[in-house]
């Protein structure tokens, strides 16, 4: 059978979730819901006052709005599914919409890495370089670099869906994952996947790498710079326009690390729980994460809330 028949001789995916554990499937349906509903309310919130509060038409909240608006396009590509296999008995995708929704996920995990990377440099100019920062980071600079970021994440999450769908599945359908976790699928595949591997590996490097070197890098000047300011005062007000940022990278960045950075265990039942652990993780990465984002720039950001509470304010008194 050649290829091509093979391939398509899986028109479905079944994804395994938390099939094993019926019981938890009922309490994270409320949870992930509830969360959900956190996620568009928070970062819709914030796109809103980003665009309606012209004290925040800057590049940094330029950058905000992308990352919020990102995070709701994100889980939207994912929780909905997660939220349908905790109800449905028979948990099944058709392999094209697996196939966009693997597109969906891998795109918008490799913007938020280039985009977080842009947010640093923002930092960076700001507290490095002030009297250049109108000049560097001018509309004609920060509206390109959001676009590649989009540009970028979504060029390399069409190569590796292509390459990961182009691939023969003649046996097991299963996924053992709640949605169309790339790796999760690739091993489903019954030919040699070692041009997949190779190509990720690189993909890891360029999005995963090279951020957390450029930001780290950042961070080194950011804060060497701030340890001159001669001024409590001065280094306070410095390191608070940076550490909503800065935090928002140890948790995306910190989250990633520790699921694939983890050893893998040996034992037949250890690796029944560590398989639990992994996919809550993924939970933990694909919903909280995104949930935290909008918090942390709420309560770190003294512009964000004064601009939450003029809405709110402004929207009661219209009333």
Wanted: aromatic letters at 10%; glycine letters at 4%.
């Amino acid at each position: 059978m050649d290829s091509a028949n093979q391939t398509s001789s899986v028109t479905e995916f079944i994804l395994l979730g938390l099939s094993a554990h019926p019981k938890l499937e009922k309490t994270f349906f409320v949870l992930i819901l509830s969360m959900y509903l956190v996620i568009l309310l928070g970062n819709g919130v914030l796109i809103l006052v980003t665009i309606l509060d012209s004290r925040l038409h800057t590049p940094m909240y330029f950058f905000l709005g992308n990352l919020s608006f990102l995070d709701i396009c994100y889980t939207t590509s994912s929780v909905p599914l997660i939220l349908d296999s905790f109800l449905t008995p028979r948990k099944t995708i058709s392999f094209s919409a697996c196939a966009v929704q693997m597109f969906l996920s891998f795109a918008m995990g490799a913007t938020e890495c280039v985009l977080l990377s842009m947010m640093a440099f923002d930092r960076y100019v700001a507290i490095c370089n002030p009297l250049r920062y109108p000049e560097v980071m001018s509309k004609a600079a920060y509206v390109p670099m959001a676009a590649g970021s989009w540009i970028a994440g979504s060029t390399a999450s069409m190569v590796q869906t292509s390459l990961a769908m182009k691939l023969p599945f003649c046996g097991d359908n299963v996924i053992n994952h709640f949605t169309c976790e790339i790796l999760a699928v690739l091993k489903l595949a019954c030919a040699d996947i070692s041009v997949n591997v190779i190509s990720m590996g690189v993909t890891n490097v360029i999005f995963l790498g090279v951020p957390v070197l450029f930001i780290s890098f950042s961070y080194v000047f950011i804060i060497a710079t701030i340890l001159r300011i001669p001024s409590a005062e001065g280094r306070k007000k410095a390191f608070s326009t940076c550490s909503a940022h800065l935090t928002v990278v140890v948790v995306f960045y910190g989250t990633i690390l520790f699921m694939y950075g983890k050893p893998k265990s040996k034992d037949p039942l250890g690796a029944d729980k560590q398989d639990l652990a992994d996919k809550l993780i993924s939970l933990f990465y694909g919903v909280v994460t995104p949930m935290l984002n909008p918090i942390i720039y709420s309560l770190r950001n003294k512009d964000v809330k004064a601009a939450v509470r003029h809405l709110v304010f402004q929207r009661r008194f219209t009333q």
